[in-house]
């Protein structure tokens, strides 16, 4: 193992190394996870930019990326009610030493909520080297750069703080290597000593600067920006911006007046123009959303975690039919672990592994070398605090059957942290309601104040078992104290252990854990002890044993007008019949007339049926089967002679053709045939869509 990646020298140090194991999941319109082509313009070499016709010029062109800090989302083409990418460091080619950091002011004014980008905020890490990198290449296109303009807002907070942003135009003959590209320095013109609604500046830039003649007649550029000097980690700023000023009127209601941290407008031409090489084919290729959203090379989904992330589902190494997932969060290194793997990070960053959360922080405590999850400690007293997580198994149709958590959690005695787990809705229960989850409490007195938590994990499976998944929601409510936020407190560690990450209970203060099981489960064919040296052949005269016959009048006239000679015989094996069947079981156990006669008439079942049902006895495998309607008969016919395997096979089928319109029919069918994972599966099966989410 790598020692060094695991020191912790000083909490955290975020950078574009530090990379996650999670695959996203949730299709953002654009992302790089649904369509790639050749000739697609890419964003840091990895997300396909949509150049769009200029609406009065022909032979122009133009493309718009936009971040907004407060939602922390980047928009491309001025379309705000799209998300183009999620989160701040995944519209990045390469950062060091930068977080995203949510305030607010010290008079708790809701309306002074800010966010922005600067230097980590521990210890002295705001010391060390600091930058970002976008790239935007255009060159796949056959596109050149005709004008350009960018808002590139930064603010400081005194003279010896410094934030220097440098560009370099990109051309086909470029190096690959970014250290030997010619970088040239953007200049603004700052407002100095600036004071606004949000705090004292010292230089602030606000106004829109244009590049083009550092960019022109390029392919692409490269942007960076370096934060340098200053006393503290806030005296450098990217991106300030007021967290409700772009939704005055909604979640998408977006003004000009409050314009984007980050704008970059460009607008280009092609180098030669073709036939083949039209402005059509410009525009298809880069923005058809029919190829984005149907790439035949999505991942396979077992699991989702919050609706974005793919979860990784481990099977059981000693029982069958049983599967395994764990996730961890550890706050040290503010990041997410899945089943145990210490070496690689899930998830970077406590909010990006959050369903929802409100007026939650990530602080530290240097006098008690502490670090945890709060209450913003900036919030107003009377104000939620809540934190979600969301698990959902039914992409992998799995059930949960045991589940177990570890949730350190820390509280003064006039605090209260709850938690509570629900169930995800299903067609039995579509409106499911918060279940408490207790702990055993445990109470220490320090300064004449009693403070209560808990570390141990405990069993809580009765509260989900046999779901499809669940949420687990976290909330901190406080009494009328103003300024202890510190005394309660969610997965609370100390800050500075210069020690390897162990995979033990004092290293992750979350840890989920759940063994699930399929929805249907299909038993392995049991074993054939043959007779002698041959394996039994249906339907041989010289070898069988048993003989069945079907009744004349029961067989269909298609049947017999094209087999005129038909007579409804099967030669059969007794020693297949009963490893298979519990009804030829029950028969040949017995006293039965049919038994010492070795044969045995049947009506009430069709031949292609009865065919169906043995040859699956005899060679483990259905005959191709035509739609629903003969899923449903050779469900009845394998009931009624009580083929266990070839009911759960039938009832994994059936459940494929599940829909809101014929739950109930399948569900009646389950019933009479007292199918249970068929009748389990339509009481589970969920009719409607995630809206539930916004009413909890």
Same mark, same amino acid.
């Given at each position: 193992?790598?020692?060094? $990646?695991?020191?912790?020298?000083?909490?955290?140090?975020?950078?574009?190394?530090?990379?996650?194991?999670?695959?996203?999941?949730?299709?953002?319109?654009?992302?790089?996870?649904?369509?790639?082509?050749?000739?697609?313009?890419?964003?840091?070499?990895?997300?396909?930019?949509?150049?769009?016709?200029?609406?009065?010029?022909?032979?122009?062109?133009?493309?718009?990326?936009?971040?907004?800090?407060?939602?922390?989302?980047?928009?491309?083409?001025?379309?705000?009610?799209?998300?183009?990418?999620?989160?701040?460091?995944?519209?990045?080619?390469?950062?060091?030493?930068?977080?995203?950091?949510?305030?607010?002011?010290?008079?708790?004014?809701?309306?002074?909520?800010?966010?922005?980008?600067?230097?980590?905020?521990?210890?002295?890490?705001?010391?060390?080297?600091?930058?970002?990198?976008?790239?935007?290449?255009?060159?796949?296109?056959?596109?050149?750069? @005709?004008?350009?303009?960018?808002?590139?807002?930064?603010?400081?907070?005194?003279?010896?703080?410094?934030?220097?942003?440098?560009?370099?135009?990109?051309?086909?003959?470029?190096?690959?290597?970014?250290?030997?590209?010619?970088?040239?320095?953007?200049?603004?013109?700052?407002?100095?000593?600036?004071?606004?609604?949000?705090?004292?500046?010292?230089?602030?830039?606000?106004?829109?600067?244009?590049?083009?003649?550092?960019?022109?007649?390029?392919?692409?550029?490269?942007?960076?920006?370096?934060?340098?000097?200053?006393?503290?980690?806030?005296?450098?700023?990217?991106?300030?911006?007021?967290?409700?000023?772009?939704?005055?009127?909604?979640?998408?209601?977006?003004?000009?007046?409050?314009?984007?941290?980050?704008?970059?407008?460009?607008?280009?031409?092609?180098?030669?123009?073709?036939?083949?090489?039209?402005?059509?084919?410009?525009?298809?290729?880069?923005?058809?959303?029919?190829?984005?959203?149907?790439?035949?090379?999505?991942?396979?989904?077992? $699991?989702?975690?919050?609706?974005?992330?793919?979860?990784?589902?481990?099977?059981?190494?000693?029982?069958?039919?049983?599967?395994?997932?764990?996730?961890?969060?550890?706050?040290?290194?503010?990041?997410?672990?899945?089943?145990?793997?210490?070496?690689?990070?899930?998830?970077?960053?406590?909010?990006?592994?959050?369903?929802?959360?409100?007026?939650?922080?990530?602080?530290?405590?240097?006098?008690?070398?502490?670090?945890?999850?709060?209450?913003?400690?900036?919030?107003?007293?009377?104000?939620?605090?809540?934190?979600?997580?969301?698990?959902?198994?039914?992409?992998?149709?799995?059930?949960?059957?045991?589940?177990?958590?570890?949730?350190?959690?820390?509280?003064?005695?006039?605090?209260?942290?709850?938690?509570?787990?629900?169930?995800?809705?299903?067609?039995?229960?579509?409106?499911?309601?918060?279940?408490?989850?207790?702990?055993?409490?445990?109470?220490?007195?320090?300064?004449?104040?009693?403070?209560?938590?808990?570390?141990?994990?405990?069993?809580?499976?009765?509260?989900?078992?046999?779901?499809?998944?669940?949420?687990?929601?976290?909330?901190?409510?406080?009494?009328?104290?103003?300024?202890?936020?510190?005394?309660?407190?969610?997965?609370?560690?100390?800050?500075?252990?210069?020690?390897?990450?162990?995979?033990?209970?004092?290293?992750?203060?979350?840890?989920?854990?759940?063994?699930?099981?399929?929805?249907?489960?299909?038993?392995?064919?049991?074993?054939?002890?043959?007779?002698?040296?041959?394996?039994?052949?249906?339907?041989?005269?010289?070898?069988?044993?048993?003989?069945?016959?079907?009744?004349?009048?029961?067989?269909?006239?298609?049947?017999?007008?094209?087999?005129?000679?038909?007579?409804?015989?099967?030669?059969?094996?007794?020693?297949?019949?009963?490893?298979?069947?519990?009804?030829?079981?029950?028969?040949?156990?017995?006293?039965?007339?049919?038994?010492?006669?070795?044969?045995?008439?049947?009506?009430?079942?069709?031949? @292609?049926?009865?065919?169906?049902?043995?040859?699956?006895?005899?060679?483990?495998?259905?005959?191709?089967?035509?739609?629903?309607?003969?899923?449903?008969?050779?469900?009845?016919?394998?009931?009624?002679?009580?083929?266990?395997?070839?009911?759960?096979?039938?009832?994994?089928?059936?459940?494929?053709?599940?829909?809101?319109?014929?739950?109930?029919?399948?569900?009646?069918?389950?019933?009479?045939?007292?199918?249970?994972?068929?009748?389990?599966?339509?009481?589970?099966?969920?009719?409607?869509?995630?809206?539930?989410?916004?009413?909890?």
């Amino acid at each position: 193992m790598n020692m060094e $990646g695991q020191q912790y020298c000083k909490v955290r140090y975020p950078s574009s190394v530090d990379e996650e194991t999670a695959v996203l999941m949730k299709k953002e319109i654009f992302s790089s996870n649904y369509f790639c082509s050749s000739k697609t313009p890419l964003f840091n070499d990895k997300y396909p930019m949509h150049v769009l016709p200029h609406p009065e010029n022909p032979i122009v062109f133009t493309h718009r990326i936009s971040y907004d800090t407060g939602k922390d989302i980047y928009y491309e083409n001025g379309i705000t009610n799209k998300v183009y990418l999620e989160f701040w460091d995944r519209g990045i080619l390469e950062f060091n030493n930068i977080v995203y950091y949510p305030s607010y002011d010290h008079t708790r004014n809701q309306s002074c909520r800010i966010a922005y980008l600067t230097r980590d905020n521990f210890g002295e890490n705001f010391r060390k080297s600091s930058y970002i990198v976008w790239k935007f290449d255009y060159s796949p296109t056959n596109l050149q750069i @005709l004008e350009g303009t960018v808002r590139l807002q930064h603010s400081t907070l005194n003279p010896d703080t410094q934030i220097v942003w440098y560009i370099c135009k990109l051309t086909d003959n470029d190096p690959t290597d970014h250290k030997n590209l010619n970088w040239k320095i953007i200049w603004f013109n700052p407002i100095i000593n600036q004071r606004n609604q949000h705090n004292h500046l010292y230089i602030n830039v606000l106004d829109d600067v244009s590049i083009t003649y550092l960019i022109k007649g390029g392919t692409g550029f490269m942007l960076r920006v370096e934060l340098r000097g200053g006393h503290t980690w806030e005296d450098a700023q990217l991106f300030r911006q007021n967290m409700d000023e772009r939704d005055p009127q909604g979640l998408y209601a977006q003004s000009e007046t409050s314009p984007f941290g980050m704008d970059i407008r460009i607008k280009l031409k092609q180098k030669k123009i073709d036939e083949h090489n039209s402005k059509r084919s410009i525009v298809y290729h880069a923005s058809t959303k029919e190829e984005i959203t149907n790439n035949p090379s999505d991942p396979f989904v077992t $699991g989702l975690f919050n609706n974005t992330y793919r979860l990784n589902i481990l099977p059981h190494q000693e029982k069958s039919n049983t599967f395994l997932h764990r996730m961890s969060y550890n706050a040290r290194t503010d990041a997410y672990y899945e089943n145990g793997i210490i070496e690689k990070k899930y998830l970077r960053i406590w909010r990006r592994g959050t369903l929802k959360c409100k007026n939650i922080a990530y602080d530290a405590d240097d006098r008690s070398n502490t670090i945890y999850l709060c209450k913003n400690p900036f919030s107003t007293v009377c104000s939620p605090s809540l934190i979600m997580w969301k698990f959902d198994y039914r992409p992998g149709n799995l059930l949960i059957s045991s589940l177990s958590v570890k949730l350190d959690t820390a509280m003064e005695r006039n605090y209260y942290i709850s938690w509570s787990i629900l169930a995800l809705p299903s067609n039995k229960n579509q409106n499911p309601e918060w279940k408490s989850i207790k702990f055993e409490t445990e109470m220490v007195s320090h300064d004449v104040v009693n403070y209560f938590s808990w570390n141990g994990r405990i069993d809580i499976s009765d509260l989900v078992k046999y779901e499809y998944g669940f949420i687990l929601k976290g909330e901190i409510v406080y009494c009328s104290r103003e300024l202890s936020w510190i005394e309660a407190v969610l997965f609370k560690q100390r800050m500075n252990k210069p020690m390897p990450l162990m995979d033990d209970d004092e290293n992750f203060g979350m840890d989920i854990r759940v063994e699930l099981v399929p929805d249907i489960t299909c038993d392995p064919l049991p074993l054939i002890q043959w007779k002698g040296n041959f394996s039994a052949i249906l339907n041989d005269k010289s070898t069988c044993d048993f003989i069945i016959i079907l009744k004349q009048n029961e067989c269909t006239g298609e049947l017999q007008d094209c087999f005129p000679d038909f007579k409804g015989y099967f030669y059969v094996h007794s020693h297949i019949l009963l490893a298979y069947s519990d009804y030829f079981r029950a028969m040949f156990n017995s006293n039965m007339l049919e038994v010492n006669e070795r044969r045995l008439e049947l009506c009430g079942v069709s031949y @292609l049926m009865m065919d169906k049902i043995l040859y699956f006895m005899y060679y483990g495998e259905i005959l191709p089967v035509n739609g629903l309607s003969q899923w449903y008969e050779l469900l009845y016919g394998a009931t009624r002679f009580f083929v266990q395997t070839l009911i759960q096979r039938c009832e994994k089928e059936i459940s494929k053709y599940v829909t809101k319109s014929n739950i109930n029919e399948i569900h009646g069918l389950a019933m009479d045939c007292g199918a249970q994972q068929l009748v389990r599966y339509c009481d589970m099966f969920y009719i409607g869509d995630e809206s539930y989410e916004n009413r909890i």
